[in-house]
């Protein structure tokens, strides 16, 4: 088992369990939400620019589309090439209070089959890789109320 | 409206699998354009190259690798880097410098040798760049973009496999009349939906390949075209280049995530649909004047929402107009008369020339078996990674 939990992108998400969120920026000028952070300027155009604050995200959203990867993707995706390559799916899920679109992987067991466009879905903590020392973690979309 | 330049010669060198150097393809395809144009290297004022990564030295080179091998002549030099749309930024490069003065013929050229299998990000540990993050955190593929964007259509606007299927057997068909293609054989719609899924919905067959390639041009001032004795050559009458507009509300390549549109009210038009109004704008044109129209078909999918970006129908009629025939020879507006994508393949910096180069042969009716009965006016259309538009028009 791996001693310690790193993000595989620092500053993206946070907490634990059903306290687990994304971050993103919110410019406290135009409340636009960026995401990933974005920590220099506000990248609205019509923006004077204020501070940037972090936020998390809403946790549920829906989904926009979906699809997912049959074939192993190339570095710096990483994979365990001594074991058949298993599929994931990728949602794209709309977040209707920051009216924006977010892409990511969904959480073990969920497939396309799982999925339709539209459904409800949340965020929840998952693991990218790990190796003996670490596991690095990520988040993953799940349709919401069900675990696996 | 700005003045036309003339396309005084197009050259390409066939797209494939050839294992050999860019700088090979890419001097053949201008060696085949100079000769087209009946214009001498030595007269050529300036260079401009689409970029490429050459083995062994870690940058983007081009248009003085191209000048090296045909000769150090003292040429004015661009190289251009813009992703898939880079081969359009050239010839904008181009254009904008013999409408300015600074040259009366140019030489624009566009090639590379494709590595096998999916596109990957440059090497290293290097988290401020989206392209990395999206394979290292996701491992969201070309074609995992490509399938979102066809299942979104699905779901949007009723879109079948079967149809996108159909676009294959279109371009396909197509492909096989062009000596330049990789891909010279028919499809049929039975091979499409056999082929393995890369991507749910989309199959082998509904994506486009890597290929080794090269196009270029010979563009020039219509002074310089007369004085050649070329009366009426084809014109490029627009070139459109333009960034998206915040908030940017389609989840593109290689984006993890949109733009918020909390702040701001999207204006409804997309990133695609305003590459495609740029160029009409600036040629004074609109999409009833077109004969025809080369687009970028990374998937089948995509063809039909390039359909609507450039106006050919209205949103989410894509389907019924390929199912229509409109968009095939002999239709209303063919699109992809040179088999597309489909058919030729990525081979990045040559690309939007190769659309060039089609169109210019359509424009002068020497397409032979591929030609589209009195073509007048075309159109291309891509995008590059980053936010990089890119589309001409073509009159003759």
């Known amino acids: 088992m791996p001693h310690t939990r790193t993000p595989a992108v620092a500053g993206w998400f946070d907490g634990e369990g059903d306290g687990f969120r994304l971050l993103g920026t919110r410019c406290s000028a135009c409340a636009s939400v960026h995401f990933p952070r974005e920590d220099l300027h506000c990248r609205n155009p019509h923006c004077t620019g204020g501070p940037l604050e972090e936020v998390p995200l809403s946790r549920s959203g829906r989904i926009w589309s979906y699809t997912d990867s049959r074939y192993r993707p190339p570095s710096p995706y990483v994979s365990n090439p001594e074991l058949p390559w298993e599929p994931y799916a990728l949602i794209a899920v709309e977040l209707e209070a920051e009216r924006i679109v977010v892409l990511g992987q969904t959480a073990p067991g969920i497939t396309v089959a799982d999925l339709t466009v539209g459904m409800e879905v949340e965020v929840v903590p998952g693991v990218l890789d790990e190796d003996a020392e670490t596991a690095w973690t990520t988040w993953h979309w799940r349709p919401t109320g069900v675990t696996v | ?396």
């Open chain 2, 1 to 396: 409206m700005t003045q036309d330049v003339a396309v005084l010669g197009a050259g390409m060198h066939p797209w494939g699998k050839w294992g050999r150097s860019f700088v090979e393809y890419g001097t053949v395809a201008a060696r085949a354009a100079l000769a087209d144009a009946g214009v001498g290297w030595s007269d050529i004022g300036s260079v401009v190259g689409a970029d490429t990564v050459r083995g062994g030295y870690p940058g983007y080179v081009a248009g003085a690798t191209f000048a090296k091998a045909l000769g150090w002549q003292g040429a004015r030099v661009a190289s251009v880097y813009a992703a898939c749309a880079s081969g359009a930024q050239a010839i904008a490069a181009a254009r904008a410098q013999i409408l300015a003065g600074l040259a009366d013929v140019v030489l624009v050229v566009g090639a590379d040798a494709a590595p096998k299998g999916f596109f990957r990000p440059a090497g290293g540990d290097r988290p401020d760049d989206p392209d990395w993050l999206r394979f290292r955190l996701l491992g969201a593929t070309n074609p995992t973009y490509f399938g979102l964007y066809a299942r979104r259509r699905m779901a949007v606007h009723g879109d079948t496999p079967e149809d996108f299927a159909l676009v294959k057997v279109k371009n396909a068909a197509m492909g096989a009349l062009n000596p330049y293609a990789r891909y010279r054989k028919r499809v049929t719609a039975e091979e499409v939906a056999a082929s393995a899924v890369v991507a749910d919905p989309l199959r082998l067959l509904d994506i486009c390949a890597t290929s080794d390639g090269a196009a270029a041009l010979v563009l020039s001032s219509m002074d310089f075209a007369r004085r050649l004795g070329a009366a009426r050559p084809v014109r490029i009458r627009a070139v459109s280049t333009v960034t998206p507009n915040f908030p940017n509300t389609v989840l593109d390549l290689p984006d993890i995530a949109t733009d918020s549109a909390v702040a701001v009210e999207p204006t409804g038009e997309t990133f695609r649909a305003s590459i495609a109004r740029a160029a009409f704008e600036e040629a004074g044109l609109g999409p009833e004047d077109l004969s025809l129209a080369e687009v970028y078909d990374l998937s089948t999918a995509l063809e039909l929402q390039w359909y609507e970006d450039l106006r050919l129908c209205g949103e989410g009629e894509g389907a019924k107009l390929l199912r229509e025939g409109a968009t095939a020879p002999g239709g209303r507006i063919p699109v992809n008369a040179s088999g597309g994508l489909a058919s030729f393949g990525e081979a990045v910096p040559a690309q939007a020339i190769a659309q060039v180069c089609e169109l210019t042969w359509q424009l002068r009716g020497t397409a032979g078996e591929r030609q589209i009965a009195g073509a007048r006016v075309g159109i291309t259309a891509n995008q590059g990674l980053f936010g990089h538009g890119s589309s001409v028009v073509a009159v003759r």
